[in-house]
């Protein structure tokens, strides 16, 4: 029989309600958690809080457990390596599993000259060293990122981010030289044009405009850029977006920083988002889905460009031996299978989620590719009016009906399974969204 849900308890339940109480005492108030799941343990799409409710998981944790939680072979290949060596750091030693896991991710990058890797922690280190990097090789002192763009949140990373004001409010000065421009959100058109009658004026723009007045394009290091934007509200560009955003970039030998962290890792049906677009970036961001939730961070860059010298960046973390093999394991998951299984049921998703969209008037938009999809809320499709407030109810009325979702944007709702779900738990998700919805919005 199909699993489903089970909520035995009130949310929370009594052990939950307990060590919620104590994070409260003890554990950063930075964080932002959209409810009060306390999990204790995780198997494919599946998520048991310490009460024994089990949940539909349609986050993945931040669209990270590519291969679901606990994959069994992952879960063989840490233990394996964990007995063997724990660290020995990549900084200052040689190992296998480093160097074997730079030449898969040189391997999959999808351009054709020779390609070096960077090992850190997360996406923002893999972030930091993209900025550093572009600064060291190109010697130049300006960037250009994104308006709703999330790159992380050191102080580089958060100098490139434009997502949220909460997240650099009191960190100023931040790092100087960072120009944000409007992304290619057709939905809400930052021009108040029409795709594509536009013609993607929004690129056309950074030359007519940008360049010619405040931005001397020959200062310009790179142009960061998620292919899909993530934390912005999963905003997919029309097309042609980022092949004239990189032409543009190329006239003035800009680098080209794609920030695949979350798109990244078969999460869009394909190994990575810009592959859709045809573009072949000089640098790639990567980390979440890339080690099925084991902590990582890579960038992946053009040989020719990653030529800085030994000592001008490292980190004695970055790369650690159980983290690299719980990737080569994600990855070879992801090739025999799961980038395709990423594409049929994201596309299973998109078409169940267009349905509901004809019975709910408050379901703006739903876009998306492959697992990577979200719905923008809004009051009224005419006025396309942000739903910020039925967006966060909905998410928490999924939650007590035992559905994980998390927000994106300030009114879209995304999803982001694992990229082993299957229709039947898209269907239960379905249902369940169909029905929080309702009970919200009547
Ligand atoms: C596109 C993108 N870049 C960078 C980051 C930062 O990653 P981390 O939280 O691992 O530092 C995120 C995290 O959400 C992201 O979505």
């Known amino acids: 029989m199909e699993r489903l ?30 409810y009060p799941l306390v999990a204790e343990k995780g198997s494919g799409v599946w998520v048991e809080d310490v009460d024994g409710n089990a949940f539909l998981d349609f986050t993945a944790g931040i669209a990270v457990c590519a291969t ?13 390596q964990a007995a063997k060596l724990l660290h020995m750091s990549g900084t200052d030693f040689y190992y296998t599993s480093q160097i074997v896991l730079a030449e898969k991710l040189a391997s999959l990058a999808p351009w054709n000259s020779g390609k070096r890797v960077y090992f850190g922690n997360s996406g923002a280190e893999a972030v930091e060293a993209a900025f550093k990097l572009a600064r060291w090789y190109t010697k130049r002192e300006l960037n250009l990122a994104f308006f709703g763009a999330f790159h992380g949140r050191t102080m580089g990373a958060l100098s490139l981010t434009a997502s949220k004001t909460i997240q650099k409010r009191h960190y100023n000065p931040l790092v100087p030289g960072i120009t944000h421009i409007p992304y290619a959100y057709c939905y809400r058109c930052p021009y108040n044009l029409r795709y594509p009658g536009c013609d993607v004026a929004c690129v056309q723009w950074i030359e007519d405009a940008l360049f010619r007045t405040t ?12 292919p899909i934007q993530g934390e912005g509200g999963y905003i997919v560009p029309p097309p042609e977006f980022h092949e004239r955003l990189y032409k543009t970039a190329k006239k003035y030998g800009i680098l080209y920083v794609a920030d ?5 890792m078969g999460r869009t049906g ?12 000089e640098m790639m961001a990567l980390a979440k889905g890339i080690a099925s939730g084991m902590p990582l961070g890579a960038l992946v860059a053009r040989s ?18 159980v983290s690299c093999q719980a990737a080569m394991k994600t990855i070879d998951l992801l090739e025999k299978g799961l980038v395709k299984n990423a594409q049929i ?8 989620l267009r349905e509901l969209q004809g019975e709910h008037e408050c379901m703006g938009d739903v876009r998306g590719k492959g697992l990577m999809v979200a719905v923008e809320l809004v009051k009224d499709r005419e006025t396309k009016e942000p739903a910020c407030k039925w967006r966060n109810e909905i998410i928490t009325a ?3 009906k035992g559905l994980l979702l998390l927000g994106c944007g300030e009114n879209s709702i995304r999803f982001c399974p694992a990229l082993m779900v299957n229709s039947h738990e898209i269907d239960t998700c379905l249902s369940i969204f169909g029905e929080a919805t309702k009970e919200v919005t009547g």
């Open 5 to 34: 849900p089970k909520i035995r308890t009130p949310l929370p339940g009594p052990r939950a309600a307990k060590l919620i109480e104590l994070d409260k005492t003890y554990v950063s108030p930075s964080y932002t958690r959209s």
């Open 68 to 80: 679901g939680h606990c994959h069994p072979e992952v879960v063989e290949a840490i233990k394996s």
């Open 215 to 226: 931005m001397p394009p020959e200062e310009i290091a790179a142009i960061f850029v998620e």
């Open 260 to 264: 695949e962290v979350q798109s990244g």
């Open 270 to 281: 394909k190994m990575f988002a810009m592959e859709h677009f045809g573009v072949e970036p």
């Open 304 to 321: 020719d460009i990653m030529v800085w010298e030994a000592g001008s960046h490292a980190s004695t973390f970055g790369g650690n031996p």
């Open 345 to 352: 049921q994201g596309e299973y998703l998109m078409r169940g």
């Open 398 to 400: 999924a939650f007590k």
